[in-house]
């Protein structure tokens, strides 16, 4: 069974910079799809970007568009967010999981994901 494990969290001010890492242990799959989530305190758990472990696609939310970037190392089974310019609005636990391909629609959708991590919490104060 595979499992997410997600790192690199923790308290910066606004305009720094914070990078996680996802790691996944068990059968993997090197063409399956990445995405990164995170959710606040009393909202949904959103959409924050994804990437294509096999053609190296990706995508992201508008909110992070131009300030996180999503890369991935194959060698190693891992995907990064990289996160610059943080804002007081990105403050949410962070979390990694897995699809098993790229769709259009789908690789914005929480339920199209699975093998979800327990998460990662950001904290970036004004």
């Known amino acids: 069974q595979v499992q997410s494990v997600e790192s690199g969290g923790g308290s910066v001010q606004a305009g720094g910079s914070l990078r996680l890492s996802c790691a996944r242990s068990?059968?993997?799959?090197?063409?399956?799809?990445t995405g990164w989530f995170r959710q606040a305190p009393g909202k949904e758990r959103e959409f924050v970007a994804a990437?294509?472990?096999?053609?190296?696609?990706?995508l992201y939310s508008d909110s992070v568009k131009g300030r996180f970037t999503i890369s991935r190392d194959n060698t190693k089974d891992t995907v990064d967010l990289q996160m610059d310019s943080l804002k007081p609005e990105d403050t949410a636990v962070y979390y990694c999981?897995?699809?098993?391909?790229?769709?259009?629609?789908?690789?914005?959708?929480?339920?199209?994901?699975?093998?979800w991590g327990q998460g990662t919490q950001v904290t970036v104060s004004s």
């Open positions: 990437i294509d472990r096999a053609t190296g696609s990706m």
């Open positions: 999981a897995t699809q098993p391909a790229w769709h259009r629609i789908s690789v914005r959708v929480v339920k199209a994901y699975s093998n």
């Open positions: 068990g059968r993997t799959f090197s063409r399956d799809v």
